[in-house]
Nanobody
Framework: QVQLVESGGGLVQPGGSLRLSCAASGIIFSRYAMGWYRQAPGKQRELVAVITSSGSTNYADSVKGRFTISRDNAKNTVYLQMNSLKPGDTAVYYC?????????WGQGTQVTVSS
């Protein structure tokens, strides 16, 4: 049973930082690319960042230079360090893995950027 559990969301002021975590179980974590996505109210879910099994990363243009994705294979965990947060970053953030052709999602963690 593949399971993804996100944590670390919350309320932060503009310009602040948060670090999201996603703990995975049920897969050989080190073999799979992991992605962070977000969905704002009334908008489609969008890709934020992805990290491959070898550690290569890719980011949405809107977060380049502000967000950093990383992974700790020993802890089966992927992270999203978010700096210089803006109100437009407000969304529910999800992690995802594609395992055997099926997308598995976590339950999401709310990030709210507001003064």
């Amino acid at each position: 049973q593949v399971q993804l559990v996100e944590s670390g969301g919350g309320l932060v002021q503009p310009g602040g930082s948060l670090r999201l975590s996603c703990a995975a179980s049920g897969i050989i974590f080190s073999r799979y690319a992991m992605g962070w996505y977000r969905q704002a109210p009334g908008k489609q879910r969008e890709l934020v960042a992805v990290i491959t099994s070898s550690g290569s990363t890719n980011y949405a243009d809107s977060v380049k230079g502000r967000f950093t994705i990383s992974r700790d294979n020993a802890k089966n965990t992927v992270y999203l360090q978010m700096n210089s947060l803006k109100p437009g970053d407000t969304a529910v953030y999800y992690c995802k893995v594609n395992w055997r052709g099926v997308d598995y999602w976590g339950q999401g963690t709310q990030v709210t950027v507001s003064s």
